[in-house]
């Protein structure tokens, strides 16, 4: 399995990889039982990267759904899920900001650290279009701060990724109003705490919380940080479909 998953991803996304399963599934567990997303029925983790928000969905809900724009990742996921007996949680190559999802098929939407590479509102659309009434939305996406962060400390550098050159492409990208054609080589852009809640009220979500990443619920603690240099950094939103 490790020679396969290494023939589909470069060193970054390997990087990850290792990072993010190496404590387990615990940690996961416990933020998405903090917001309320467990207990579901059909549960859907957009922009699954490698699949551990979808397997930690999974061992709480009945069925759960990952999708994501890159193929290898998915790829990686089924791939991790065959091999770990995970019958519940199937993963499709797609775009957030047009799921191949039906209307009102999800109760619960999470979203961790991937809305920021899309025009944010069309995914925001989709993800409303996709719940059911009264169904829970949970994101975590990146203000100015982690684009700050990023610039200063060129965080898990690898050879094929360099976190200060996106920063600064991230920040051209936000000054520009930039939302379409993003992506890790050509920067992302960051939300605000403003604009993410006037787009989900103007959807007709309730929404139950905004605030710092980590700070909504009892969810343990957080995996980034939520302000630097003063700004704004990692923030999360938990609202739901009226």
């Known amino acids: 399995m490790i020679a396969a998953i290494e023939r589909e991803l470069g060193s970054n996304a390997l990087g990850f990889l290792k990072r993010v399963y190496r404590d387990g599934l615990d940690r996961y567990r416990a ?55 995970v019958g519940n949680a199937c993963f499709a190559v ?3 900001e047009a799921l191949p999802f039906a209307d009102d098929c999800f109760d619960g939407v999470l979203s961790y650290s991937a809305i920021y ?17 009264g169904g829970l939305l949970y994101i975590s996406t990146n203000a100015l701060g982690r684009y ?16 200060r050159r996106y ?15 993003l992506s890790a080589e050509r920067g992302t852009a960051a939300m ?16 139950l919380g ?10 343990g603690e957080p995996f980034q940080l939520g302000r630097y240099l003063g700004f704004p950094a990692v923030f999360d939103v938990l609202a739901r479909r009226r």
């Open 210 to 219: 905004l605030g710092p990443e980590g700070s909504l619920g009892a969810g």
């Open 94 to 96: 797609g775009s957030l």
């Open 31 to 85: 933020r998405i039982e903090a917001v309320g997303l467990t207990g579901r029925q059909h549960v859907l983790d957009a922009g699954c990267g490698l699949g551990q928000w979808t397997f930690a969905l999974a061992s709480g809900s009945r069925r759960a759904a990952g999708i994501d724009i890159a193929r290898e990742r998915v790829a990686v996921c089924r791939l991790l899920a065959k091999t770990a007996g």
């Open 192 to 207: 605000s705490y403003r604009g993410t809640r006037a787009a989900l009220a103007m959807l007709g979500f309730e929404v």
């Open 167 to 181: 920063g600064v492409r991230s920040l051209v990208n936000t000054l520009l109003g930039r939302r379409q054609g």
């Open 117 to 133: 590479f899309t025009d944010y509102r069309r995914s925001l659309a989709e993800f409303h279009r996709v719940l059911r009434p």
């Open 148 to 163: 700050l962060y990023d610039i200063v400390h060129n965080p898990n550098a690898a050879a094929d990724f360099n976190p």
